[in-house]
């Protein structure tokens, strides 16, 4: 693949909090995503009306209930409405994984259509991240057939968070319940430039990762 298209298709993630989550780690992670014309930058909500304020040509994806997806219906609702009101582009929303597992198929309907409403009427993408790596097959299936009657717009397949990576197969049968009519990205641990390749020939069009630096200096020495 060309390095160019797939460095469009990246979206660079800056969520991980810990003694590396500085402030210059965050003008880097921008200056990354503006000069290497990636996709978008993926940061938490309290990140990104700063971001978005201070480099409005950056299109930005707020993540909305990492890494569980446990918050509240009302509390998601209620932090979509703020980011809506901040202009962020997008949202990387967990959904109620407790309600993924145990099948509770109402609750997921319920999330997804208000989710993906809120977010349609503000013109604002909304992800929704079920988190493959822990749903069997059966489970996938429903939830990715619930979310394709949604107005949800693009299924994400996981956090990254403490969790097997997103497999090929993963991404495969989501396509091939979904067709062209839904948007897929993968994340979940995409390290590397093939892996990246690997599933956008598997049927992904968006990628998530926090190794973008990495797939960059892949792709740059591979053109040489």
């Given at each position: 693949m060309d390095g160019a298209e797939l460095a469009s298709r990246i979206d660079h993630a800056f969520l991980k909090v810990d003694s590396h989550a500085t402030v210059d780690a965050l003008r880097d992670a921008v200056r990354l995503v503006i000069e290497h014309k990636l996709?978008?930058?993926c940061v938490p909500p309290t990140l990104a009306a700063t971001v978005k304020k201070n480099?409005?040509?950056v299109r930005v994806s707020a993540a909305v209930a990492f890494p569980l997806g446990t918050d509240s219906l009302a509390a998601k609702?209620?932090?979509?409405q703020e980011l809506v009101e901040q202009q962020v582009d997008e949202v990387d929303v967990v959904l109620d994984l407790f309600a993924l597992v145990n099948g509770n198929?109402?609750?997921i309907e319920l999330e997804a259509t208000r989710l993906g409403e809120l977010t349609r009427a503000a013109g604002v993408m909304c992800k929704a991240i079920?988190?493959?790596?822990?749903?069997t097959e059966e489970q996938l299936r429903w939830a990715v057939e619930v979310l394709l009657e949604s107005p949800i717009e693009c299924i994400k397949t996981s956090t990254g968070y403490g969790r097997e990576p997103t497999?090929?197969?993963?991404?495969?049968?989501?396509?091939?319940i979904v067709g062209d009519h839904k948007l897929i990205k993968a994340a979940g641990g995409i390290t590397n430039r093939y892996e990246a390749e690997a599933m956008v020939a598997a049927g992904a069009d968006i990628i998530g990762t926090s190794h973008s630096?990495?797939?960059?200096e892949e792709m740059k020495t591979e053109a040489r």
């Open positions: 996709r978008a930058l480099h409005p040509q609702v209620f932090t979509l198929r109402h609750k079920i988190e493959t790596p822990i749903l497999s090929l197969d993963h991404v495969r049968l989501i396509r091939d630096l990495r797939i960059l």
